[in-house]
């Protein structure tokens, strides 16, 4: 089956993911030999265009296809269609926020970018200033982790906006502080400019729902490594 990505487990030397035309492969023994994961149950044969995995749940797994993105946690048997207010299911690309794993984007071809805070049960499309929406792929760099990147096809690189390193951090401080979260919610029903809170605004400045509790939890977990 054509092989479409490759992703190593940060933490687990030695295991790799296979994105194929034809489900989700792993391999314990650095590529020796290679599985479908639990069969590739609730995937079937997908044509899988990316794989990403989240840093902080080890076993947790994204697959992006052309009917959407799937997920599949460490005590799931099968894969799971995450796809609910995402209105092009033709996913390109995947990509995590390393600053805030919570965060899941998806590039899709036609329909630009989105964005999903986990644990939320929507995604949202973040597109401004993206005027080419047939994405191939996305990045976030590790050395300049507030900006995400995305490769169009034949519209070359558009830097998409800054992401917030905290979502929720008004003060730049690295912590989201109870004031915060009610300049927050303020934001969100406009009875305070964005502007009060420029370093914690999420992807696009728009304050909703998905970046509340993204702030919640922030509050609640702390930020990560700044």
């Known amino acids: 089956s054509d092989v479409t990505s490759l992703l190593f487990d940060p933490s687990t030397p030695g295991t790799l993911y296979a994105g194929t035309a034809g489900g989700v492969y792993e391999s314990t023994n650095s590529g020796g030999t290679w599985s479908a994961i639990n069969n590739n149950n609730g995937l079937g044969s997908l044509y899988v265009t990316s ?50 794993p919570s965060t899941l984007y998806a590039g899709t071809d036609g329909g630009g970018v989105f964005q999903r805070v986990i644990g939320t049960r929507s995604w949202s499309a973040f597109n401004t200033g993206l005027s080419n929406l047939s994405v191939i792929a996305l990045a976030i760099a590790s050395t300049t982790p507030t900006t995400l990147y995305a490769a169009t096809f034949g ?11 905290c979502v ?56 990560g490594s700044p």
């Open 51 to 100: 794989v990403a995995i989240d840093p902080t749940a080890p076993g947790t797994l994204y697959a992006g296809t052309r009917k959407g993105v799937f997920r599949k946690t460490a005590g799931d048997d099968n894969w799971g269609a995450i796809t609910y207010g995402l209105t092009n299911l033709d996913v390109t690309s995947l990509a995590i926020d390393p600053t805030t």
């Open 155 to 165: 519209g070359g690189v558009f830097s998409i906006r800054p992401v917030a390193v």
């Open 168 to 223: 929720g951090d008004c003060g730049g401080t690295h912590t989201v502080e109870m004031t915060d979260l009610i300049t927050l919610v303020n934001v969100a029903l406009g009875t305070a400019q964005p502007g009060v809170c420029t370093n914690g605004l999420p992807l696009g400045g728009e304050v909703d729902i998905a970046a509340i509790i993204q702030a919640v939890s922030n509050a609640l977990n702390g930020c």
